[in-house]
């Protein structure tokens, strides 16, 4: 069955830097786009970053230049490269992604941004 795992969170400082990661299995990994959400304590879930099957990526408006989403098909694994992180970027992210008309979701990993 599909499996996503995320893992990479935890606490960092204003500024600073993290890198989540996204491990999968269950399906041709290859061949799905592949997106990161975010939901922050009392708020809905929001899309963080999405990336093709060959690549292409977008971003919601307040992550594009801080945040980079890739994936290495060899390691069926996508990640989020997260720099500059702000107090309102502490939520809990997932990994996501949508096949035969199905939604997938990992478990999450918190990041907390805290002096």
């Known amino acids: 069955q599909v499996q996503l795992v995320e893992s990479g969170g935890g606490l960092v400082q204003p500024g600073g830097s993290l890198r989540l990661s996204c491990a999968t299995s269950?399906?041709?990994?290859?061949?799905?786009?592949m997106s990161w959400y975010r939901q922050a304590p009392g708020k809905g879930r929001e899309l963080v970053a999405t990336?093709?099957?060959?690549?292409?990526?977008t971003y919601a408006d307040s992550m594009e230049g801080r945040f980079t989403i890739s994936r290495d098909n060899t390691k069926n694994t996508v990640y989020l490269q997260m720099n500059s992180l702000k107090f309102e970027d502490t939520a809990v992210y997932y990994c996501n992604t949508v096949r035969l008309g199905m939604s997938y979701w990992g478990k999450g990993t918190l990041v907390t941004v805290s002096s």
């Open positions: 990336i093709s099957p060959g690549g292409r990526t």
């Open positions: 269950g399906f041709t990994f290859s061949s799905y786009a």
